[in-house]
């Protein structure tokens, strides 16, 4: 599952799934990561300027959802990606978010590789740290909706779970930094 619902408030109001990394749309970039690393059916909720990101993006083959709630922050996101989830009988969500271009299909594979059963909880991790992306054993949704409030997504409920977190070391293999602000936008090309 890809959050792309951003507005990038910290960008001037520029919707992350819009800018530009290598002449494409950031979503289609975090979409083939998904997809090249073994996850589908590939869900992605948009949010600000869904309309537009529909329009401009190639989105085929994946479940769009919109979620309208979307100033709320990443929680509000996560909430509505998890229930669009639900009923699909998918046995997890791998939750990638779209401003890491950084993180590739090596390290969404790698972490879709440590679901064991419908209580899996993984997450990629970083010289240690733990980071995106984070698997989600179909069994932890219901608490990890009611836990995931404004820009903190499913924070809380790993810092409660993390004994219960299967870390699987991605510093070989992606780049976990965020694009936020406009010093960011150095990583893209």
Not at 23 to 50: I, Q, S, T
Not at 176 to 183: F, K, N, V
């Amino acid at each position: 599952m890809l959050l792309a619902a951003g507005g990038g408030r910290r960008l001037g109001g520029r919707p992350k799934a819009l800018l530009e990394h290598r002449g494409r749309p950031l979503v289609e970039h975090a979409l083939r990561a998904l997809r090249n690393g073994g996850c589908g059916p590939v869900h992605v909720v948009l949010g600000a300027a869904a309309e537009t990101v529909q329009a401009r993006a190639d989105l085929s083959g994946c479940t769009v959802t919109v979620n309208p709630r979307w100033p709320e922050g990443m929680g509000s996101s996560l909430r509505t990606g998890l229930g669009a989830l639900a009923g699909t009988g998918a046995d997890a969500a791998l939750v990638l978010l779209v401003d890491q271009p950084g993180i590739g299909a090596q390290a969404v594979a790698r972490v879709r590789s440590a679901y064991r059963s419908r209580v899996s909880l993984a997450a990629a991790s970083y010289d240690g740290e733990r980071g995106h992306p984070v698997l989600f054993g179909a069994d932890r949704w219901t608490d990890v909706a009611t836990g995931a409030v404004g820009d903190q997504g499913a924070r809380t409920y790993l810092r409660t779970h993390r004994d219960a977190i299967t870390l699987v070391e991605c510093s070989d293999v992606a780049e976990a930094y965020d694009i936020d602000t406009a010093e960011d936008l150095r990583h893209l090309e």
